[in-house]
């Protein structure tokens, strides 16, 4: 048992890691300046935990209270999921994506630098793989980014690493997560997209429960089986799970990148059919050019993850959606849905 500090703990990630967290024992902190998510989703994980967390609104760049909050926490080690994620939106305003991701990271690398906390595991993505040059993609893959949001990870990790460098008694996990998909299997917390989603599942789920007339799907003639693109969608409370792992597994001193997937790859097509029996609903689509800046392509090398972290993804397909849907159909406008529907009607 330890205490975990987790910036970022009300989103979609967080919330599944909080749970896993808390099951597991230990002691959690939020800190969170809830842009995009809200206390609810929280609430309802210490409701499925039967436990508590002290949750504290503040914001990533804001150095004073981040030091204020991490001295006061007394924590061991820090998950750093705080930040923005929208490729388009980075792409239009690159300016507050280089502001929460990267003044965020180095904000709180100052905050634990200076409160003595040196246990990081910090969450990137497989973005900063660019388009890959062999498959899967192992960790040794070439770095590079493709659009904003790929290069304030990447710099994120350069400064992690280099950080490393001049103070070898740290503890640094760097996570590349490839495509985080469904939801607890309570249907009580889940991703909450503000806005038109632009990931797959999310898009999906919101045709199938009506609040959107059809998929449009990006290119069906990729050099793939069926045309459409292929991702190694992961099942957030696996990605969750890895991230309880790295807390209690990775020993200092070291700083080491490892991928969060399954390893295997499924096209926009076999998601959208699994979908459909897992919801019992019919998603219409059409089809239309490829979307800017997307690959082939692209999973996960898991060989060093499944050694390092003992852990491997062990959700499919079908319960990726099944959990999904389950998320979707009782909070179909997300965590603004009727509370008591949801409480009551969860499994
Ligand atoms: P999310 O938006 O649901 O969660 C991020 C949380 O951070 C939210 O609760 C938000 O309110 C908070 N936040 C944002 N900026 C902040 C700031 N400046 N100060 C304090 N809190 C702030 O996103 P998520 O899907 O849970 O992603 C978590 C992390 O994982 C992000 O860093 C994201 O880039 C990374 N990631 C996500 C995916 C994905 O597809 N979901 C894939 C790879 C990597
Ligand atoms: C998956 C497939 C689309 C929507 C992005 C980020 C990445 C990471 C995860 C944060 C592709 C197709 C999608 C739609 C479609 N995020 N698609 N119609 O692009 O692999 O990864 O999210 O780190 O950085 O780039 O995920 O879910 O957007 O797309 O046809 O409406 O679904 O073309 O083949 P992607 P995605």
Redesign the pocket.
């Known amino acids: 048992m330890s205490t975990v500090f987790v910036t970022g703990g009300a989103g979609y990630i967080g919330t599944h890691t909080c749970l896993e967290l808390l099951q597991a024992g230990h002691k959690v902190f939020v800190y969170d300046n809830l842009s995009n998510s809200s206390r609810l989703g929280l609430e309802r994980v210490e409701r499925l935990a039967k436990g508590s967390i002290e949750f504290i609104e503040g914001d990533v760049r804001d150095g004073s209270t981040l030091e204020h909050a991490l001295r006061h926490s007394q924590c061991e080690s820090v998950i750093h999921f705080a930040g923005l994620?929208a490729?388009g939106e980075s792409v239009k305003n690159p300016l507050i994506y280089y502001d929460n991701n990267v003044v965020g990271t180095y904000t709180l690398l100052n905050a634990m630098q200076a409160t003595g906390v040196k246990k990081l595991v910090f969450s990137s993505?497989?973005?900063v793989y660019g388009e890959p040059q062999s498959l899967p993609i192992e960790e040794a893959h070439p770095l590079s980014a493709t659009n904003p949001?790929?290069r304030t990870?990447l710099i994120a990790e350069d400064m992690l690493r280099d950080h490393f460098h001049a103070y070898p008694d740290w503890n640094i996990t760097i996570l590349r997560?490839f495509?985080?998909v469904g939801a607890h299997e309570s249907g009580l917390i889940g991703e909450d997209p503000k806005g038109t989603p632009?990931?797959?599942?999310p898009?999906i789920a919101q045709v199938a429960v009506g609040m959107r007339e059809k998929?449009?799907?990006?290119?069906n003639d990729y050099p793939t089986p069926d045309g459409?693109?292929?991702?190694d969608y992961i099942h957030v409370v696996d990605l969750a799970t890895g991230h309880l792992r790295a807390i209690e597994k990775i020993m200092p001193p070291q700083c080491i990148e490892l991928n969060l997937g399954t390893g295997r790859g499924y096209s926009?097509l076999e998601v959208l059919r699994a979908f459909e029996e897992a919801s019992g609903k019919t998603i219409a689509h059409e089809f239309f050019p490829?979307?800017s800046g997307?690959v082939a392509a692209?999973f996960a090398g898991t060989k060093h993850a499944e050694s390092i972290l003992q852990w491997r993804a062990e959700r499919n397909l079908k319960t990726m959606c099944a959990d999904h849907w389950r998320w979707q159909h009782l909070n179909p406008a997300g965590y603004a849905s009727n509370n008591d529907f949801a409480i009551k009607n969860a499994t």
Request: aromatic share 14%; net charge positive.
């Open positions: 994620k490729v993505s497989a973005t949001y790929g990870k997560y495509n985080p632009s990931n797959l599942m898009f998929l449009n799907i990006w290119g459409t693109g292929v991702r926009v490829r979307r997307d692209c």
